[in-house]
């Protein structure tokens, strides 16, 4: 890595016009704190075709989704405003603040979200129908926060020039995108340790699982583990095992395509024994260990952009890797819009870090110890005898992390001579003091907030809740978008799933079978 530092430190202008974009989940609820009952918001529009206000799996599973920027201050401002317009818009209804569901009474109370009598929006809604019958309908509707994060071209440009290989700038861009991506997954187990924010869960969300975890009981129901970081994390939240025989290749981007292909086309016995199509009506899309690439669950993934038409996996095999994709954050309920500006700014450290480090080929086994290491993290991380393995070896994990950390003060430095400033440094100070004192954390903070207030899990989330709706109904004026601007988009939204839906001629049978030609 010394060597990349010493060359950015000389021409550190690279690293100006980082590219972000977020995606955040939340779920609506009623006024007592329960799953909500009622349609997506009319005044959002068509969750089909509005392209910053959507729902992922359920109706109540809103989606907020901001366009791409090299400006953080931009991003969490667009964010504010699609939160303050989706409040203007659900009356009395609140954005659960949490990760982790607030209380759900069971799968029945979770209706799968509804795209339209097209034949793209019925496959959206069979998808999630297939997603409700192989793995529940509650673990669905766990929220997070994705965090899509590009290096500018520029910077591509030069680094393929440092690597004076013979290869094109677009596999040499591809090729360091996958090491980032390999070297993100070694160390992937510092996010939910820094930013998880999920220790406790609704006793209604335990009984829908069978769970040996030594969880201890607070309030009314809620469960816990004392030094949990990230539950939704964990084998509890939104994970697929059926998927942990799926070993992906993230050692070139053809191993990583032919990888994904493999589980698209690879019969998964318990998923035939649902049937694909039972008494006239379908069930799920196919009998695939995944139905479509979405189904994939991974920590990260690498990304492009698709045209019209084009699948994910297209994509890329066109155009190599645009962008990365970090599935790994938990919502804070301790921010307005679930995500801050240290967040973005110590990923960006952290992900530049991984680029510029060695990293060697990730095999079977360097797959397995990261998921251990995750799983030690999400359960016991904030344990002071908690370890982790580093190529075998066990670790303490605190001297780990601030192993890490001090290393990573390089790439900030570098990063603030390029934005001007301090915040890179100021962002790495902040989860450097996370891991001196595990009491700064978001999990140990909601868990002390608990004790101290007396509540529980569910009055501690009404409280962020309530508190949040009236702080952004109350601000001034628009940080990005207009009202204006918002209604427009969401009419246009109507209007754009009209028009496809009057363009839909060909039956939905024939249209799935020349999706998956």
């Not at 309030?219 to 070993?247: E, H, V």
């Amino acid at each position: 890595m010394t060597r990349y530092i010493s060359l950015l430190s000389a021409q550190p202008e690279l690293l100006k016009g980082i590219q972000h974009g977020i995606e955040k989940e939340s779920l609506r609820i009623s006024p007592d704190g329960k799953l909500s009952q009622e349609s997506h918001p009319s005044g959002l529009g068509s969750a089909l075709t509005n392209s910053l206000v959507t729902t992922d799996f359920a109706e109540s599973l809103v989606e907020f989704i901001t366009p791409v920027s090299d400006n953080i201050d931009e991003t969490l401002g667009q964010l504010a405003d699609l939160h303050r317009f989706a409040y203007q818009q659900m009356g009395s209804e609140l954005l659960w603040p949490l990760s982790m569901p607030c209380f759900v009474g069971g799968e029945a109370d979770i209706r799968i979200a509804e795209y339209g009598d097209s034949n793209i929006g019925k496959m959206k809604t069979l998808y999630r129908k297939g997603l409700h019958h192989r793995y529940g309908s509650v673990m669905q509707v766990i929220a997070g926060v994705h965090f899509n994060f590009s290096l500018p071209a520029h910077f591509w440009q030069q680094w393929h020039q440092w690597q004076a290989g013979a290869e094109s700038l677009q596999q040499s861009q591809s090729a360091g995108y996958l090491a980032m991506l390999r070297n993100y997954r070694r160390l992937g187990w510092l996010v939910p340790y820094l930013f998880g924010a999920s220790p406790a869960l609704c006793g209604s969300f335990l009984q829908q699982k069978n769970s040996a975890l030594p969880f201890e009981k607070m309030g009314q129901g809620t469960y816990y583990l004392p030094y949990a970081t990230s539950l939704r994390m964990s084998d509890l939240g939104y994970t697929n095992r059926a998927q942990a025989r799926l070993q992906v290749d993230y050692n070139s981007l053809t191993g990583y395509l032919a990888s994904v292909d493999r589980a698209l086309h690879t019969p998964e016995p318990r998923f035939a024994k649902i049937g694909v199509k039972v008494d006239g009506e379908y069930r799920q899309l196919n009998s695939n260990l995944l139905q479509i690439e979405n189904e994939l669950y991974a920590p990260i993934r690498p990304k492009r952009v698709a045209e019209s038409g084009e699948k994910p996996s297209e994509a890329l095999a066109r155009g190599g890797i645009e962008y990365i994709e970090v599935r790994a954050l938990d919502v804070s309920p301790f921010h307005q819009t679930g995500v801050s500006a240290d967040e973005i700014r110590f990923l960006d450290v952290m992900l530049v870090y991984c680029l510029l480090q060695e990293s060697p080929v990730l095999d079977c086994d360097g797959l397995s110890e990261a998921a251990r290491n995750i799983t030690t993290t999400v359960l016991y991380g904030r344990d002071p005898n908690a370890q982790v393995e580093v190529s075998g070896q066990l670790v303490g994990l605190k001297v780990r992390a601030m192993q890490l950390l001090s290393e990573m003060r390089a790439v900030a430095e570098v990063m603030d001579k390029a934005a001007g400033g301090y915040d890179y440094q100021a962002a790495l100070a902040k989860q450097l003091a996370k891991v001196e004192d595990p009491d700064l954390t978001p999990s140990a903070r909601l868990l002390n907030e608990m004790q101290q207030r007396s509540m529980d899990n569910g009055c501690l989330g009404m409280h962020y809740a309530e508190s949040h709706k009236a702080e952004l109904l109350a601000q001034q004026g628009s940080n990005f978008y207009s009202d204006d601007a918002l209604h427009k988009v969401a009419q246009l939204s109507v209007e754009a799933q009209k028009e496809i839906e009057s363009e839909s001629s060909v039956d939905f049978e024939q249209f799935l079978a020349d999706y998956f030609a």
